[in-house]
């Protein structure tokens, strides 16, 4: 898998479903073949990204895990 953001293939895997880009700083939530981002603020909270990685009228990119 590499990072939808900066192209980083040093993801760490932080939950059943849950991906972090050691890149990057973000944070990635895979369910099944739909993928949300997300910034991760000084006190710990997720902020949506999805909004600047995906056009709403377009399908989310497949994810492949390697």
Same mark, same amino acid.
């Given at each position: 898998?590499? %990072? /939808?953001? %900066?192209?980083? &293939?040093? +993801? =760490? &895997? +932080? =939950?059943? @479903?849950?991906? $972090? %880009?050691?890149? %990057? $700083? +973000? #944070? *990635?939530?895979?369910? =099944?073949?739909?993928?949300?981002?997300?910034?991760? #603020?000084?006190? =710990?909270?997720?902020?949506?990204?999805?909004?600047?990685? $995906?056009?709403?009228?377009?399908?989310? /990119?497949?994810? @492949? *895990?390697?």
């Amino acid at each position: 898998m590499r %990072c /939808p953001n %900066c192209n980083s &293939k040093d +993801i =760490g &895997k +932080i =939950g059943s @479903h849950q991906f $972090y %880009c050691w890149g %990057c $700083y +973000i #944070e *990635l939530t895979v369910n =099944g073949d739909k993928m949300s981002v997300f910034q991760v #603020e000084e006190d =710990g909270t997720l902020s949506s990204l999805d909004d600047l990685f $995906y056009d709403e009228s377009a399908e989310q /990119p497949e994810i @492949h *895990l390697n």
